[in-house]
């Protein structure tokens, strides 16, 4: 079974930077793709960012287009989230989730094709 854990969050100013890892122990060789997930108060969670763990290829939302970056070091079993130019609006819990068996991301990212949920690590941008 594949277990993901989340760290790096915290607490920035508004412009600033943070990189969220993603540790993923287990069963590593199950999954199909790595996806980031923001969930802030009273909103509902979406996708952030996904990456294929066949052929590297990535997905953003139009929200986090040109700012975030998403990145694997395979030897490490880590998916890596760079957040540059953060705003107040990015503020949420940041969770990383395995995209099910059959799923390819290539910009849809729908809860239910996604499991084994991290525990998730709050991001907090403010001044």
């Known amino acids: 079974q594949l277990q993901l854990v989340e760290s790096g969050g915290g607490l920035v100013q508004p412009g600033g930077s943070l990189r969220l890892s993603c540790v993923a122990s287990g069963s590593t060789s199950d999954y199909v793709a790595i996806g980031w997930f923001r969930q802030a108060p009273g909103k509902e969670r979406e996708g952030v960012s996904c990456?294929?763990?066949?052929?590297?290829?990535?997905y953003y939302a139009d929200s986090v287009k040109g700012r975030f970056t998403i990145s694997r070091d395979n030897a490490k079993s880590t998916v890596y989230l760079q957040m540059n130019s953060l705003k107040a609006e990015d503020t949420a819990v940041y969770h990383c989730?395995?995209?099910?068996?059959?799923?390819?991301?290539?910009?849809?990212?729908?809860?239910?094709?996604?499991?084994?949920w991290g525990q998730g690590t709050q991001v907090t941008v403010s001044s």
């Open positions: 990456i294929n763990a066949g052929d590297g290829s990535t």
């Open positions: 989730a395995a995209g099910v068996l059959g799923y390819y991301c290539d910009g849809y990212m729908s809860l239910p094709d996604f499991g084994s």
